[in-house]
């Protein structure tokens, strides 16, 4: 019966195919055709990073998908555990199914057109999409489940703690990166960032993402688990 | 007939205020039960409570013998519709009626379309684009199609019509009938449902008022009709709920059950008594100032 309801809390999600599937790609499209455009006027070849527009529309989904279906399951007698595995499931899918699209369309843009034949670099971007096609993979889905689940965590601050919550910590994490800059900048430590950076690929540092977005899941379960709809 | 519900000294308590205070009642399997009260009685919030959509201050809840927070065994089998529920926005009827079939596990498909075409819904419209009435009937389908053992529904039709209003009592009978399961009704149209319920449960001002039987509840009060001087008489030394006077005519409610001494003394009088229904006793019940309410209880 457990089980039963997760897959129930998926069967909601995937009603929404749209705001998932759909909708992030023609975003994306759009960008990428514009960009196309461009290019072909151009006689360099074209970088773009039109393709954020990707990761930050995830970023979207993450804060909005709780105000949109965590009251509606829990009204419907969801235990708060069913929603958060069946909406980590939604969201490991969909963030799946971004990531191997892009990969693909990085395949088909750095190995078979070359840059869609007018030197348009919008999929396969230096450092970012440096390494195998399975590591492109990689990297993208971590990064797309990463900004899925902070939006997440802060429509949880959000739900759990109410608007009052959700100033104090933005107004705590505005004074914490301010004082953070300072320090980096008096110490003269941002060139160690720039070389860290230099040091590791772009697949370690989507690595290091990895705690960071558990820790994101973990904390918005904690929150959710007391959160009244 | 088991015990499926049996909340204990349930306190709710927000910062200023008691919406819910020292609540204790049982609910049987099989019945139906209306929770009664004005708004803000804290009826809604007994309910979130039976289903851990909020958590109680103090008290305690059992409901299919154990406590439902994050209890699947429990919230599988409780339905509860209100007429707050949000629902996603990119969602049409049809969507909420599939959501629903894989969350209630005794969910009938067929009944839940045959009520569709019977509430006249159009199953393709979005959510946010149906009417209010539109929005309680799906509200009914969804609960009456669950079959849940435990299904509650609050305030379940605001913007139906008389003649959906009456749909969804039949349906209602005809299901519990041959699906018999716990129903939990709270409404305003007392007149209209009283006839179905079997118990009647009394809120008022987070408070337990009246917790019975609605047979017994006929004989609680009683109203007598007659000339005033004579209604006055009679009424003399007894408990009056509520006086009326109209021209030279006066009625009085009379609290309590009438005797056989009673009734002589009425028919003497040449006066009428009528049993009071379950609105009139709830409003005398709950239709005063804060301060006597308490006292009218007793």
């Not at chain 1, 100033?167 to 320090?183: D, P, R």
Request: hydrophobic share 45%.
């Amino acid at each position: 019966m457990t089980t039963n309801r997760m897959q129930g809390v998926i069967r909601l999600h995937m009603k929404d195919k749209m705001n998932w599937l759909v909708t992030p790609w023609i975003v994306v499209l759009c960008s990428f055709a514009v960009n196309l455009v461009i290019s072909q006027f151009m006689e360099a070849d074209l970088y773009t990073g039109g393709v954020a527009s990707l990761y930050i529309y995830m970023l979207v989904i993450g804060i909005v998908t709780l105000t949109h279906t965590f009251p509606f399951a829990i009204g419907f007698n969801v235990r708060r555990k069913d929603y958060f595995w069946g909406t980590l499931v939604a969201a490991g899918g969909a963030s799946l199914y971004s990531a191997v699209i892009l990969t693909l369309l990085s395949y088909v843009e750095y190995d078979l057109t070359d840059g869609w034949g007018s030197g348009l670099n919008f999929f396969h971007l230096p450092y970012l999409s440096d390494g195998s096609l399975f590591v492109q993979l990689v990297v993208s889905f971590l990064l797309i489940l990463n900004l899925f689940y902070t939006g997440f965590f802060i429509t949880g601050i959000f739900k759990r703690f109410g608007r009052a919550g959700l100033f104090t910590f933005a107004i705590a994490l505005l004074i914490l990166g301010t004082v953070f800059s300072f320090i980096m900048t008096q110490q003269e430590w941002w060139v160690n960032v720039i070389d860290w950076f230099n040091a590791h690929t772009m697949f370690e540092f989507t690595l290091w993402t990895l705690p960071v977005t558990v820790v994101f899941m973990l904390l918005s379960y904690a929150m959710l688990r007391r959160a009244t709809a | 007939m088991s015990t499926i519900v049996k909340v204990d000294r349930l306190t709710k308590s927000y910062k200023d205020i008691d919406a819910v205070k020292d609540v204790s009642f049982t609910l049987e399997e099989n019945k139906i039960y209306g929770m009664l009260g004005r708004n803000g009685a804290g009826k809604t919030t007994i309910m979130h409570l039976l289903t851990a959509q909020i958590f109680p201050t103090g008290g305690d809840i059992q409901v299919f013998g154990e406590a439902p927070y994050e209890n699947d065994r429990v919230l599988s089998r409780i339905c509860f519709i209100k007429e707050s529920q949000k629902y996603p926005t990119t969602f049409a009827v049809r969507d909420v009626l599939e959501v629903a079939a894989g969350l209630f596990p005794k969910w009938d498909r067929e009944f839940a379309y045959s009520l569709v075409e019977d509430f006249r819904l159009p199953l393709k419209r979005k959510m946010t684009k149906l009417s209010r009435g539109m929005l309680s009937a799906v509200g009914i389908i969804v609960g009456l199609a669950s079959r849940a053992p435990l299904t509650i529904f609050d305030e379940p039709y605001l913007g139906l019509d008389a003649v959906a209003r009456s749909l969804f009592y039949d349906r209602l009978l005809e299901d519990y009938a041959e699906h018999p399961r716990t129903i939990v009704l709270s409404t305003h149209l007392i007149d209209e449902v009283s006839r179905m319920l079997e118990h009647v449960i009394l809120i008022d001002g987070g408070k337990l008022l009246l917790d019975e039987e609605a047979e017994q509840l006929q004989g609680r009060a009683y109203t007598v009709v007659g000339s005033s001087s004579k209604v006055e008489s009679f009424a003399a030394g007894k408990r009056v709920l509520a006086r009326e006077s109209m021209g030279g005519l006066t009625t009085v409610t009379v609290m309590g059950g009438a005797g056989s001494d009673d009734r002589k003394q009425a028919l003497t009088l040449g006066l009428e008594m009528a049993p009071v229904t379950l609105q009139q006793l709830v409003v005398h019940l709950t239709g005063g100032k804060p301060e006597h309410k308490e006292a009218k209880a007793q």
